[in-house]
T-cell receptor, first 116, second 117 residues
Framework: AQSVAQPEDQVNVAEGNPLTVKCTYS??????LFWYVQYPNRGLQFLLK??????LVKGSYGFEAEFNKSQTSFHLKKPSALVSDSALYFC??????????????FGQGTILTVHP | DVKVTQSSRYLVKRTGEKVFLECVQD?????MFWYRQDPGLGLRLIYF???????EKGDIPEGYSVSREKKERFSLILESASTNQTSMYLC????????????????FGNGTRLTVT
């Protein structure tokens, strides 16, 4: 079985400050990890992914994420938050092998609010 | 840009009705998915399809069925709608690389908010 945990339901940060949205995972074998963002009344948009290689992954809109295998974490970060970053963020992990090939499991989501 | 279109943005149905949710993608993607999104529960996979006429149950398939007769269209069917199926339904598609690794991202539609009364 595979699972994702986003330990914070909500994260609040002031504009211009760095932000972190946390994610931990459990999966058999090597993980493939993803971050998605959802703006109000919209579907999810892909931000970035970790497949293999460099542990620091850069994505859209200035976001990056760090894969830490020993801590089974994949935290989303941005050096300087913008009010427009306010949204719902989802972490997801890919199921490894079997008939459920490629199936993604999502976390419960974290609401990020950036205050002016 | 990939476009995933869900036919209805809002839908209100009565208990016991048969409900069809339609999803169409325009990029010849092999894989398609139906998720439901509920506050505090994130996205939960209902069904997915590797390719035309192929389907596999996700984590919460009870009360749902699917149809994929053409590559671009993936339909979710609620055989007899119940109030606990009130939710936001999200369709997604994905390109499968030739290597078969399925590491490309999902492309989502804007969702259908279904209310069953």
């Amino acid at each position: 079985a595979q699972s994702v945990a986003q330990p914070e339901d909500q994260v609040n940060v002031a504009e211009g400050n760095p932000l972190t949205v946390k994610c931990t995972y459990s999966v058999s074998g090597n993980p493939y990890l993803f971050w998605y963002v959802q703006y109000p009344n919209r579907g999810l948009q892909f931000l970035l992914k970790y497949i293999t290689g460099d542990n620091l992954v850069k994505g859209s809109y200035g976001f990056e994420a760090e894969f830490n295998k020993s801590q089974t974490s994949f935290h989303l970060k941005k050096p300087s938050a913008l009010v427009s970053d306010s949204a719902l963020y989802f972490c997801a992990v890919r199921h490894a092998g079997g008939t459920s090939y490629g199936k993604l499991t999502f976390g419960q989501g974290t609401i990020l609010t950036v205050h002016p | 840009d990939v476009k995933v279109t869900q036919s209805s943005r809002y839908l209100v149905k009565r208990t016991g009705e048969k409900v069809f949710l339609e999803c169409v993608q325009d990029m010849d993607h092999e894989n398609m998915f139906w998720y439901r999104q509920d506050p505090g529960l994130g996205l939960r996979l209902i069904y997915f399809s590797y390719d035309v006429k192929m389907k596999e149950k996700g984590d919460i398939p009870e009360g749902y069925s699917v149809s994929r007769e053409k590559k671009e269209r993936f339909s979710l069917i609620l055989e007899s709608a119940s109030t606990n199926q009130t939710s936001m339904y999200l369709c997604a598609s994905r390109y499968t690389l030739l290597t078969g690794q399925a590491t490309s991202p999902l492309h989502f539609g804007n969702g259908t908010r279904l209310t069953v009364t």
